[in-house]
């Protein structure tokens, strides 16, 4: 009854093999590889993986990217299957205004993130954070409904817009600072509190929102670790969150 997720981002894929469908279930392998790399998935990461019964992924990195994974998951008589945003799944609406615009690893982090909540305790309102390539801020209201959010560009792309337009920006990554002194520490920290003073400017949108009441906050991306140190409010970091979401969406559409 093995279930593989496919999480295929902007710059990596990542994987993970769960004993079943279900969330919380046991994670048997996994694994994640820059998109350049992703041609030998079938001869060597997932050579040697017990057969997995059902697959379900999310791609925001294009129709070809996902082409090619598809190729890999021939390996198997499994048949792929992505997620496309809708107006409603596994308990959460969608508020966007074209719902099917709505880019799928954000859909699939949002359920995640509700599953998180609604297994802790009461209903609350919470705050999605993604950061990756791009950096995503969403809002979840205390009901399920996805409000809106902020997309921003992540560390790596503020830092070559920077250094691609100007002459005088290409130096080594420097320190999160309050009083940077050098262009290193100025250009890490402009990164960091562009995306603190986001998620601030974010959860006190949907404070206000939800009465004064305050959102958790969750945090996942392979670069939430360098962004959480510095956020001065509580948090969590999830780094399952997609792979939880998609877990979710698996287990409600089996109940169906
Ligand atoms: N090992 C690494 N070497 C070089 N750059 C990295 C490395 N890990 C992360 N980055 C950079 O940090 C940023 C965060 O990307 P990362 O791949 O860690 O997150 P991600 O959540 O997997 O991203 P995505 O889902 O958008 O692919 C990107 O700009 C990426 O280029
Ligand atoms: C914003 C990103 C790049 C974040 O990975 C992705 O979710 C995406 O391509 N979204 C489509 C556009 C949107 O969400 O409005
Ligand atoms: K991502």
């Given amino acids: 009854m093995s279930f593989l997720a496919i999480d295929i981002g902007n710059t990596r894929l990542k994987w993970a093999q769960y004993a079943s469908p279900q ?3 046991a994670v048997l392998a996994h694994g994640a590889r820059f998109l350049e790399t992703i041609d030998t998935l079938a ?10 019964s059902t697959m379900l992924g999310c791609v925001v990195a294009g129709e070809a990217v996902r082409r090619r994974v598809e190729e890999q998951l021939e390996l198997w008589d499994l048949t792929p299957r992505w997620v496309v945003p809708g107006n409603h799944e596994a308990g959460v609406t969608n508020g966007y205004d074209h719902p ?7 859909w699939v982090a949002l359920i995640g993130a509700r599953g998180h909540v609604l297994a802790r305790g009461p209903a609350r309102p919470a705050l999605v954070v993604m950061v ?4 995503t801020v969403d809002a979840l209201d205390r009901d399920g409904k996805f409000l809106g959010g902020l997309i921003l560009p992540g560390h ?3 830092l070559r817009a920077l250094e691609s337009g100007t002459a005088g920006l290409r130096v080594p990554t420097g320190e999160v600072m309050p009083f940077p002194a050098n262009t290193s520490d100025a250009l890490t920290s402009g990164g ?3 995306i603190t003073g986001a998620i ?6 949907l404070a206000a929102r939800s009465g ?3 959102p958790v906050l969750l945090m996942t991306g392979g670069a939430g670790w360098k962004v959480a140190p510095y956020l001065d409010v509580p948090h969590e970091l999830v780094e399952s969150l997609i792979f939880d979401g998609l877990l979710h969406i698996q287990s409600h559409r089996l109940a169906l």
């Fill in 23 to 25: 969330p919380g279930a």
């Fill in 43 to 52: 001869e060597q990461d997932w050579r040697s993986l017990a057969v997995p």
């Fill in 212 to 214: 004064g009441e305050e």
């Fill in 156 to 158: 790596g792309i503020m």
């Fill in 132 to 135: 990756g390539t791009a950096v």
């Fill in 100 to 106: 099917m615009r709505l880019g799928a690893d954000r």
């Fill in 192 to 194: 960091t509190y562009a």
């Fill in 200 to 205: 601030a400017r974010m959860r006190a949108h």
